[in-house]
Structures are given as C-alpha cells and as structure tokens.
C-alpha cells in the first residue's frame, strides 16, 4: 500500500469510530469479521488485526486495534 492509501483507510476508520457508540459494532463484510468499539478502540478477531496491520500505519494500528 503506499501512503495516501494507508491516509485513506485511517480517514475512513477513524470516521467508523466517531460514528459508533461505546460497544457498537461494525460489519467487515470483505472479511466477513465484526469489530467492536471498546473503550476508543476497535476490538477484533485475529483475521481482522492482521488485515488492519496491512492497510494501516504502525502508529494509527496500535492506538486504535486490540484483539478481543
């Protein structure tokens, strides 16, 4: 991925956590997984934080991703 990629996909999730309540749930339908807002991060499977890993910069991941 290059940059303005990884700056697009931040943009877009950081916009699903500002929409979502604490404890909301949103729908990775690509991946078929469902992540949920947990104290300002979004809690997941191992299958989505790999892929998180992949699409997002090391610092934005690490604030905003946990395994469940």
């Known amino acids: 991925m ?4 990884i700056k697009e ?3 877009y999730f950081s ?4 929409t979502l309540a ?3 749930v949103f729908g ?11 104290d300002g991060k979004f809690q997941c499977s191992i299958k989505a934080y790999n892929k998180a890993q ?5 610092n934005y991941f690490d604030k905003y991703f946990s395994l469940k």
Request: hydrophobic share 35%; aromatic share 4%.
């Open 54 to 58: 992949q699409i997002l910069s090391k």
């Open 2 to 5: 290059n940059a303005k990629e």
């Open 15 to 18: 916009r699903v956590l500002d």
């Open 28 to 38: 990775w339908k690509d991946l078929g997984e469902i992540l949920v807002k947990t």
């Open 9 to 11: 996909n931040e943009l």
């Open 22 to 24: 604490e404890g909301g």
